[in-house]
């Protein structure tokens, strides 16, 4: 009896200290704490993929663009969001360091639990240091105004990436301790492709030329002004939405007077404007161009990448396609106008070039 009571207690006594080890809190390296000593984890560090961004959709046509000025690639500050389905569970703070055209992204590593089909997402948002992500709690909450923010090196820049937990995932690698994987050696890279919140509008080149029948054979042309009008100042951080419907003039750039301009030869009047996503048809973006033809002033103005139709200065072929009409983000639109002096009248007409907004010149490092 006295052996059989004696065993009972050495097993209750291995149970006890079976249970108190399977109920011990262990706290990590970040002050987390582990509730199950089993657990896997993962340290993610992340970069913001400059060199491969997010396709646009259509076609790029017409001439090349310039690439990207210095000022556009400039990255004056980086958040990343963490979310899993679509709750924030961070909002982590880079560093940004530049040297000549190469910008550093640092620090923004996060060190998470690991399981086999976990899902998160990571949204790097660049350039928005004014815009306040406290108290955000979801996806939708980060849907916050942006205004202003249109000078190149300012420009928004967002995108995201869903990272897959997994052997098959883009986070393969897992440790049994949260001190073991918060190692620099076993930290995985995590790229986030990025795109430009706002559009850029170039006024690319101005010509004219003088038709066989016109009654003038040497007229002097010269460009007086161009801008861009109807710019959207306004914006969403997330969508889309042209926030500011009335309307506000872009940037007034005047020309010199060009007395000189050649029959057929073109200029390059240097006109470049940023304009957040306007689709509003009544107050589209449009191009205002002022100009004399033997000192009788025209002003014209021309709606940027508007839909295919007939108008009043002729046929337009839309080559993004339906549904991409007028200003949105991410693209560059390149106009070029052609004014044709034919017997005693100047007709016009414009070219609207749309490609994807060109970022495989961006060189960063993190």
């Known amino acids: ?35 199950n000593a089993s657990e896997q984890y993962s340290l993610i560090n992340f970069g913001i993929d400059l060199n491969n961004p997010q396709t646009k959709s259509g076609t ?17 500050s980086c958040r990343i969001v963490i979310l899993e389905n679509n709750k924030i569970l961070d909002i982590l703070t880079g560093t940004t360091t530049q040297a000549g055209d190469v910008y550093k992204v640092g620090n923004i590593k996060f060190l998470t639990k690991y399981w086999e089909g976990r899902k998160l997402t990571a949204m790097a948002i660049i350039n928005a240091e004014g815009v306040d992500l406290s108290g955000c709690v ?6 916050k105004p942006v205004q202003d923010l ?22 393969s690698q897992h440790y049994p301790s949260a001190i073991e994987a918060a190692n620099d050696a076993n930290v995985q890279t995590i790229n986030i492709p990025v795109h430009h919140l706002a559009a850029r509008l170039e006024f690319a080149n101005f010509k004219y030329t003088v038709d066989e029948n016109s009654l003038i054979k040497n007229p002097s042309v010269k460009l007086l002004s161009a801008r861009f009008v109807n710019v959207n100042k306004k914006s969403l951080l997330l969508s889309e939405e042209a926030r500011d419907k009335s309307g506000i003039d872009g940037k007034v750039t005047s020309t010199s007077c060009m007395t000189s301009l050649e029959n057929g030869v073109a200029i390059q009047p240097g006109l ?11 107050k589209a973006v449009a191009l205002e161009v002022v100009f004399s033809v033997d000192g009788r002033n025209y002003t014209k103005q021309y ?5 295919t139709g007939s108008y009043a200065d002729g046929d337009f072929t839309n080559s993004v396609g339906k ?12 106009l070029t106008v052609n004014i044709t002096v034919s017997k005693d009248w100047v007709k016009s007409s414009i070219n609207c070039y749309t490609n994807d907004w060109i970022h495989n010149e961006w060189n960063v490092e993190f």
């Not at 190149?152 to 967002?158: M, T």
């Not at 709606?303 to 839909?307: A, K």
Request: with cysteine; aromatic share 8%.
């Open 1 to 35: 009896m006295k052996i059989k009571n004696i065993l009972f207690a050495i097993c209750f006594m291995f149970a006890a200290v079976s249970c108190s080890m399977d109920d011990e809190n262990v706290m990590d390296d970040m002050g987390k704490e582990i509730t």
């Open 60 to 76: 790029a046509v017409g001439n090349d663009t310039q690439g990207l000025s210095d000022d556009e690639k400039k990255i004056n």
């Open 138 to 143: 979801d996806r939708d909450d980060l849907d």
């Open 150 to 171: 249109l000078e190149a090196d300012k420009l928004v820049k967002i995108g995201e990436k869903v990272i897959t937990f997994g052997p098959q995932g883009n986070v």
């Open 272 to 282: 470049r404007s940023y304009s957040y996503a306007n689709t509003n048809s009544d």
């Open 303 to 307: 709606v940027v990448n508007r839909p």
């Open 323 to 334: 549904g991409n009409e007028y200003v949105r983000a991410g693209y560059i639109y390149r």
